[in-house]
Every structure is written in C-alpha cells, then in structure tokens.
C-alpha cells in the first residue's frame, strides 16, 4: 500500500482567489506562557487561523454553487463520496491556458487503459500546479474543463473530480459553466490538488479526501490522499 498525498500546506497569507477571506495564522498560545497546577509547570502552543471554508485544497458543497435553499451543505454531503474509487487522466501534455473538450477526455481516457465509471472521483492532471506554484501564474495561466467536458464527467455518474489549478474552468464563461454543470447533473470537485502527475498511469485506485464537519459550509478544506495498490 502507497499513500500519495495530494494536499497543499495551508500557511499565513497563502495564496487565494480573491473572492474569498484570506489566510492568516498567527501564534495564539506560546510556551512563554508557562501556566503552574499543584507544582507542575506547563505551557502549550495553539495557532489562530482565520480562512474561508475554500482555503487551498479543498471540495465544493452543492450549496456553494446552487442557489436553491435545499441544496446539499458540506455538513449534509455523504462521507460516502469522499472515499471512493479513483482514477486520472493525464492532460499535462497540452499547452497552458487550454479548453479541454469531450473529445479530450475520450482520448485521456484511452490513454490512461482505463474506464472512468459511476460513483468515481476523476483526477484531472493539468500539469500545471508543478509548472507554476509559487509564481504568479499558478493564479491565471491554467488549462481547464468546459461545458462539454464536464458533462461528459457527468454523463459517467461520477461522484466528483479534481484539479490542481484553483479552478476547475478557465476565469471567464468556462469557469462558471463547470459549475453550472455539477448543478444540473449533481456532482462537485475539489480545487487546488497537487502531485497529480504521480498518479498517471497508475489505473485504478482509491481516494480519500475527507471534509471538515462544518455546519452549513460551502466547501470545506480537505486532506486529499490516494492510496496505490502496489
Ligand atoms: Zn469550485
């Protein structure tokens, strides 16, 4: 068994869609304060964290794309479909800033000798956290999925897919059709993943990537992780 973590740190200031709170974390209780019970001294460390419930890596609840007063908050989503078989498609290959359509993702498919099939998660390897974290490119200058291609996710029954970029369309019509998409067909996606490229060619496997409980949440950062059958 391998476990590959796909997550990134969360840390003061991180980078952020501007739509959402910022990041911040700051000492809280330090080990200067030494506290005293019958003779025995001790001090313990705590961290203040402020972030929005879309902080790094993270899933989307129904909630944050539907306006609709009955759609699904984090809190509500079944544990069920964040623990699920998985597979990854590989799109690395194409040139920053492109659309992916249905087409593509037959081919990715072929390619990958795999079948995306009913309640998976699908992994979308764009290449692009490992070309441009850190830069800010990583902010603008991914590829990303379309109307089409999204629906051809949903036309399989998938519980959700992933992308390492901070969102799962290009900024403009693309971006919000995607979302529109998981509206209508009734499924989500995680933002922000990494170490995608060392699940290509790796056939089918299992994810995790539990949300936090938050009552009423959007969204919820996530530790998401494959476990590998080696
Ligand atoms: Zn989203």
Redesign the pocket.
Known sequence: MRLVDLTRDIYHKMDRIVTHPPITMVPYGTHQEVREAEGVKFSAATTYITMGD?AGTHV?APC??DPDPGAQTIDEMPLEQFFTEAVCLDFSHLPPKSDITAEMMEEAEEAAGVKVQAKDTVLINLGHHNRTYGTPAYMTDFSGLTRESTEWLGNRGVYSFGVDAV??GRPGKH?FE??IV?REMGF????SLMNLDKLVGEGRFRFIGFPLKIRGGT?SPIRAVAWLND
């Open positions: 879309h989307d944050h794309f969102m799962p971006q995607v979302h998981c989500t996606h995680m933002e969204g």
